[in-house]
């Protein structure tokens, strides 16, 4: 467990990782720790997440806590001023699913001095940085970068493989495959693998 002190201070932290590294579960356990700290806190996740619960953020191991989905940074942006402006720690859950906005929004919070924690997969399923959060890594103070185990092999696992009717995705699939059985499973660096 991580111990921040704040002594005013405002900054960005990043939990980062491939699907199944435990990011959600790590953004849920400090936002509850801040919470026993009795600090106020706040969680917004994006509305396409509806895997367990709409109005809870949620982990692959059944942890909650209390969310408002939210669609994009502008909607995110202004029920924080309405009614959670005083709240001194912000989680964000899938911050790589938000418009390009988010990372402004992340460092005014911070800028602010507030504590923002945010989570997001880091690569997209071909291995390559995924939207702004190359940009947000390099920006924030602290960065977690967790891993999961490799489906094929139990190494450590970095990289979401996107697969389609059970096989490696192209490149150039299409993000929507009508009729098509499409899955993730993390793997290791060596186990990657984009269909030619
Ligand atoms: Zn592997």
Redesign the pocket.
């Known amino acids: 467990m991580k111990v921040f002190v704040t002594a005013g201070m405002g900054w960005v932290e990043v939990v980062t990782g491939s699907m199944f590294s435990g990011k959600s579960s790590e953004l849920i356990n400090r936002l509850k720790m801040a919470k026993y700290a009795k600090q106020s806190v706040v969680a917004f996740k994006h509305s396409s997440d509806t895997r367990y619960h709409e109005n809870k953020l949620a982990s692959h191991d059944k942890m909650f806590i209390e969310a408002i989905p939210v669609t994009t940074v502008e909607d995110m942006e202004k029920i924080f001023f309405e009614k959670y402006s005083d709240s001194q720690v912000i989680g964000i859950d899938e911050i790589q699913f938000f418009n390009s906005g988010a990372i402004e929004f992340c460092e005014k919070l911070a800028d602010m001095g507030k504590r923002v924690i945010v989570a997001g997969l880091d690569k997209d399923f071909k291995g390559e940085p995924f939207g702004d959060m190359g940009e947000l890594l390099a920006r924030a103070e602290y960065v977690d970068k967790l891993q999961a185990i ?1 489906a ?4 450590p ?1 970095t990289v979401s493989q996107r697969l389609i009717n059970g096989e490696p995705a192209r490149a150039d699939d299409p993000i929507v495959l009508v009729g098509a059985t499409e899955s993730y499973e993390p ?2 660096r ?2 990657h693998e984009i269909k030619k």
Do not use: I
């Open positions: 490799c094929v092999c139990g190494n696992a793997r290791c060596r186990c």
